[in-house]
């Protein structure tokens, strides 16, 4: 992988070095013609990069078949040719053999790279990740609920990713057709392909929301090329581009603070008996407890009640997605909300600023117990491990599945381990399992419980304390539950 950015990173700088010496000192023609090798050399290493050898050589022979047609034909003819190019790019025919290259080349050659942007601060960005699907929840379940839902967000994203791919082959066919007038204007049609191409890919991540409001911003520096290259007077040119772009600025610092404020929480809710508290454990924080940089953990304790810390749980959430720390979980109990959450290692002060931030919105003193706490044991304590949690959280997933209106039975898949080979024997003699060799160790013993049920809630919280209480009485110890159809 490290060879791949290497070649791909050195190509790119090259032809940024390149590009504006040519477009300097070259004849127009020559400005044309390395303009598009440049950009068809950027485009084949984005394939490189992100898509692998494999798609790399697939997608070299569309477009040398492509190129091939446009350079020998007549310019009358080749129209019909740009749109074969179009659909060979968008259907991929050669699909057999890439998936031949993928299982005869290294694994570093045909994966897709990933590059990490954010560092140590990986563990938020993954939870914000989770809390924007969350926040796009109710789109992504019409996918499952309404067949017509689907077939038209299917059929739009192939639209655009067509228009997106024979704009760019045409646009390329023109340059290379008036190489002799060649314009700096042509580049414009490569923005709106890059457009095209990123509300391609937000329609098929997010929906037709995210998409309008990225299509919207998209639309100002296209409506700024307009009127600066219109037949207005130059006075009144020069200000409505002005005012375009005052406009589009004002849009764009929108944009960003709703960016922020688009904020949810997914709560594993249930009562704590032995703690005496009404829990509201962070659903979408699950999958991330076991990180090595998010390891200061801080408790405030807000003497208010419930209806009143409601009233400042958007602010709090927005406050914490702005700062990129994690809110993990509050509970209620005896007039006092006990609030948790995540700071990155540095954060230290941050997690200080917050309390002050808590009793300026709160107008009260707000104590704060910061703790370092890299194993999670604290986590694991006071929530993560608790029985009312896993039922919680069996019960969650169990109604997501209905709420995507799968109503079928369900599996409760239990991962424990047990330090002892003859409780596991014993417990083994209770329940069916599968031992899981590649988690387990001389000491440690994984296993896998499942567990049919219906879909029902109060059989999923029977079945679920019962398993555990088989688990307890051999001390074996809870890993995690997951909930299958």
């Given at each position: 992988m490290k060879t791949r950015i290497a070649i791909a990173g050195s190509l790119t700088i090259l032809v940024f070095i390149l590009l504006p010496i040519a477009l300097i000192f070259?004849?127009?023609?020559n400005q044309g013609i390395f303009s598009i090798s440049a950009i068809l050399l950027l485009v084949y290493i984005g394939v490189y990069v992100f898509g692998g050898v494999a798609k790399l050589i697939v997608y070299l022979i569309y477009g040398v078949a492509t190129t091939l047609f446009l350079l020998f034909l007549p310019e009358g003819y080749q129209l019909p040719f740009v749109i074969i190019g179009t659909l060979l790019f968008v259907l991929n025919p050669l699909a057999v053999l890439e998936t031949w290259f993928e299982n005869h080349l290294k694994d570093e050659d045909v994966l897709p790279i990933r590059i990490s942007l954010f560092g140590?601060?990986?563990p938020f960005y993954s939870y914000r990740k989770e809390m924007k699907n969350f926040y796009h929840l109710p789109q992504a379940r019409k996918l499952y609920t309404k067949r017509w839902y689907l077939i038209t967000r299917q059929l739009l994203t192939l639209t655009l990713l067509m228009l997106g791919v024979f704009l760019f082959i045409n646009q390329i066919n023109n340059i290379k057709n008036s190489l002799n007038?060649?314009?700096?204007?042509?580049?414009?049609?490569f923005y709106l392909v890059i457009i095209v191409f990123i509300l391609t890919f937000i329609l098929f991540k997010k929906g037709f929301s995210s998409t309008f409001r990225v299509f919207v911003i998209g639309l100002f520096p296209v409506m700024i090329h307009l009127v600066l290259i219109s037949a207005v007077e130059p006075p009144l040119k020069f200000i409505l581009a002005l005012a375009v772009l005052v406009m589009f600025v004002v849009v764009s610092v929108f944009e960003i603070v709703k960016f922020y404020q688009r904020v949810a929480y997914d709560a594993y809710r249930y009562y704590d008996v032995d703690q005496q508290k009404e829990v509201h454990a962070n659903a979408l924080f699950e999958p991330l407890v076991y990180n090595d940089t998010y390891t200061k953990c801080a408790h405030y304790q807000i003497k208010v009640k419930p209806e009143t810390f409601q009233k400042h749980w958007h602010d709090i959430l927005v406050y914490a997605n702005y700062f990129r720390f994690i809110i993990t979980a509050y509970a209620y109990g005896k007039e006092m909300v006990h609030l948790h959450a995540d700071f990155h290692e540095n954060q230290a002060r941050r997690a200080e600023r917050f309390k002050v931030w808590l009793e300026s919105h709160f107008k009260m003193a707000v104590p704060l117990e910061l703790v370092d706490d890299p194993g999670k044991t604290r986590y694991e304590k006071m929530f993560f491990h608790r029985p009312g949690y896993i039922i919680a959280r069996a019960q969650n997933l169990a109604q997501l599945l209905l709420d995507l209106?799968?109503?079928?039975?369900?599996?409760?898949?239990?991962?424990?381990?047990?330090?002892?080979?003859?409780?596991l024997e014993a417990f083994a003699l209770e329940r069916p399992l599968t031992r899981l060799d590649e988690m387990s160790s001389e000491q440690v013993k994984t296993i896998r419980v499942d567990v049919p049920t219906l879909n029902d809630e109060f059989l999923i919280e029977a079945k679920v304390t019962e398993v555990l209480l088989d688990m307890m009485t051999h001390r074996g110890r809870f890993v995690r539950i997951s909930v299958y159809y």
């Amino acid at each position: 992988m490290k060879t791949r950015i290497a070649i791909a990173g050195s190509l790119t700088i090259l032809v940024f070095i390149l590009l504006p010496i040519a477009l300097i000192f070259s004849e127009l023609r020559n400005q044309g013609i390395f303009s598009i090798s440049a950009i068809l050399l950027l485009v084949y290493i984005g394939v490189y990069v992100f898509g692998g050898v494999a798609k790399l050589i697939v997608y070299l022979i569309y477009g040398v078949a492509t190129t091939l047609f446009l350079l020998f034909l007549p310019e009358g003819y080749q129209l019909p040719f740009v749109i074969i190019g179009t659909l060979l790019f968008v259907l991929n025919p050669l699909a057999v053999l890439e998936t031949w290259f993928e299982n005869h080349l290294k694994d570093e050659d045909v994966l897709p790279i990933r590059i990490s942007l954010f560092g140590s601060y990986w563990p938020f960005y993954s939870y914000r990740k989770e809390m924007k699907n969350f926040y796009h929840l109710p789109q992504a379940r019409k996918l499952y609920t309404k067949r017509w839902y689907l077939i038209t967000r299917q059929l739009l994203t192939l639209t655009l990713l067509m228009l997106g791919v024979f704009l760019f082959i045409n646009q390329i066919n023109n340059i290379k057709n008036s190489l002799n007038n060649f314009s700096l204007d042509n580049f414009m049609v490569f923005y709106l392909v890059i457009i095209v191409f990123i509300l391609t890919f937000i329609l098929f991540k997010k929906g037709f929301s995210s998409t309008f409001r990225v299509f919207v911003i998209g639309l100002f520096p296209v409506m700024i090329h307009l009127v600066l290259i219109s037949a207005v007077e130059p006075p009144l040119k020069f200000i409505l581009a002005l005012a375009v772009l005052v406009m589009f600025v004002v849009v764009s610092v929108f944009e960003i603070v709703k960016f922020y404020q688009r904020v949810a929480y997914d709560a594993y809710r249930y009562y704590d008996v032995d703690q005496q508290k009404e829990v509201h454990a962070n659903a979408l924080f699950e999958p991330l407890v076991y990180n090595d940089t998010y390891t200061k953990c801080a408790h405030y304790q807000i003497k208010v009640k419930p209806e009143t810390f409601q009233k400042h749980w958007h602010d709090i959430l927005v406050y914490a997605n702005y700062f990129r720390f994690i809110i993990t979980a509050y509970a209620y109990g005896k007039e006092m909300v006990h609030l948790h959450a995540d700071f990155h290692e540095n954060q230290a002060r941050r997690a200080e600023r917050f309390k002050v931030w808590l009793e300026s919105h709160f107008k009260m003193a707000v104590p704060l117990e910061l703790v370092d706490d890299p194993g999670k044991t604290r986590y694991e304590k006071m929530f993560f491990h608790r029985p009312g949690y896993i039922i919680a959280r069996a019960q969650n997933l169990a109604q997501l599945l209905l709420d995507l209106e799968i109503d079928s039975k369900i599996i409760l898949s239990f991962v424990m381990y047990f330090e002892s080979e003859e409780e596991l024997e014993a417990f083994a003699l209770e329940r069916p399992l599968t031992r899981l060799d590649e988690m387990s160790s001389e000491q440690v013993k994984t296993i896998r419980v499942d567990v049919p049920t219906l879909n029902d809630e109060f059989l999923i919280e029977a079945k679920v304390t019962e398993v555990l209480l088989d688990m307890m009485t051999h001390r074996g110890r809870f890993v995690r539950i997951s909930v299958y159809y």
